[in-house]
């Protein structure tokens, strides 16, 4: 479980690096950039990853790895959109309602069998999502949320499948991944070049290394999570994303002062209460 509270606690991160970043500056593709630059540096010092190109030409890099390496500069250039039209709780419900694509893939791809304890505990996860998301809000546009949702939801699936992979360590698949998202965000960064130019600020620099470092934790510490939940993928699945909801729902509310309603009140009791019992149903089905 140590795992999956650090991976909690860097995902809630970084979407609260966004809210403060996008009063300090603009959240553009250099600053991604600078994001995965990072990461992939952590990535190389740390783990010291087996260099083979012949990785490139395998079908579970095909497969797996390139669909991220498109998938998440892209998602991250939608938070902060999402967070700026939505708010940082909307955000971030989006994000963890998205969990109904990756349960769903428990049963059909990874055959996990759920115990009714952790039914229970689903259901009532998702009916705090709805409860939570329903916030009083005069802002109508749902089409970044509806991005987000898939994105995430997707990214899930295929972090997983890494995580279970066994022709390349992790580690490497990780560190190639990095290095490929660097690589898409500097080809996107020379087709605006006239506009990054603009948009510049050395403080970027700054706020991409602390954007950089809380993604290659947040993501290092999801797939150990998912290592350590081999046969329970929904473990992690809804632990990460229920537990997000109630430290992001919080954050929210103390720091950002976000609005909260009775119903989004109570939806937060009932994500305590469904991290609780897979907490549970873990101890004793294990």
Known sequence: MLFLLLSIICSVSVGVLFKLIKTKTTINIFLITINYLVAFVLAYLLFNPEIDFNIFTHSGFLFMALPLILLMPTVFLLVPKSIENSGIIK????????????????????????????????????????????????NKNSLYLLLVFLGYGIADVLYKKIALFNDYPYTTMLFYIFGGCLLFSILLIMSKINSIKKEYQHKTWLYGFLLGSLNFCNIFFYLKAHQSFRETPTTVFAGMNFGVIVLGT???????HEKLSKKNVFGLIMAILAVSLIVISDIYYG
């Open 250 to 256: 919080l954050i929210g509310y103390f720091f950002f």
């Open 91 to 138: 955000t971030d419900i989006a994000q963890r309602l998205s969990l109904i694509i990756p349960i769903l893939c428990s049963f059909w791809l990874f055959g996990e069998i759920v115990p009714i304890l952790k039914i229970i505990a689903l259901a009532i996860g998702f009916g705090s999502i709805f409860l939570i998301l329903n916030k009083p809000d005069q």
